[in-house]
């Protein structure tokens, strides 16, 4: 898949720039987060590295409940949580940051509320990215790495890494998660200029090589 086109200005005010990273569990998200991050930094920028659901204190809240509540929690509540959590993250977190010309990362985003709850749990891609796209307030990111990684080698990745403590949608099954992937995928498809896809089962240096050429694109940095 060709690299991303770059904007002239950021898509999401015109000042920021916002950059989301997507996947399944274990793919590394955090490891190129954190990596990302020190780059940037390292180049003068500011860097906002943030998640969802839980980058405010209401959102760990809101985390905790969806992630590790007992017991049955209906997919369209599940749904509506997370866009609760977008809606307040967006106006106290993403948005001001960007406004003050900061890059933001983001460890998920509205693309996979689509991919988890639109698809894997069946409640519409296009209801769910509506009620995402009204709570994030028209922010959207300039670029989305997508760390596509296999379903079997990522749950081995995180049983690695905490044993056989999984969280509520961790625990969902192989298919799940394999629905969920295939919808990450297809929504790369159609918005190739948005997406960035990088193969994470590849040695963790190489795939951050190829988030910095984006990156290194997308903001100018030589």
Excluded: C, N
């Excluded at 015109?14 to 399944?24: A, M, S, V, Y």
């Excluded at 296999?150 to 049983?159: K, S």
């Excluded at 295939?182 to 590849?202: C, H, I, K, S, Y």
Aim: proline share 5%.
């Amino acid at each position: 898949m060709p690299e991303p086109t770059a904007p002239t200005a950021s898509a999401a005010t015109g000042r920021g720039w916002f950059i989301t990273l997507e996947g399944g569990d274990g793919a590394g998200k955090t490891t190129q987060a954190e990596r990302l991050e020190q780059w940037l930094e390292a180049h003068g920028r500011q860097v906002i590295r943030t998640r969802e659901p839980g980058g405010t204190p209401l959102g760990q809240r809101i985390r905790e409940i969806v992630l590790h509540e007992r017991g049955h929690v209906a997919p369209r509540a599940e749904a509506l949580l997370y866009a609760a959590d977008r809606a307040h993250h967006v106006e106290t977190v993403v948005r001001p940051a960007l406004a003050r010309g900061a890059v933001v990362l983001q460890d998920r985003y509205i693309d996979s509320s689509v991919a988890y709850q639109g698809v894997a749990r069946g409640l519409g891609a296009e209801q769910i990215r509506t009620v995402s796209d009204w709570a994030a307030d028209g922010v959207t990111p300039d670029l989305t790495v997508l760390l596509d990684l296999d379903v079997t080698v990522g749950r081995a990745r995180v049983t690695a890494a905490r044993g056989d403590v999984f969280d509520r949608l961790e625990s969902e099954a192989a298919t799940f998660h394999e629905t969920v992937r295939q919808a990450f995928l297809a929504m790369a498809r159609a918005e190739p200029d948005r997406f960035l896809v990088v193969d994470a089962a590849e040695p963790a240096d190489a795939v951050q090589e190829r988030v910095r050429v984006a990156v290194s694109g997308l903001l100018g940095i030589a």
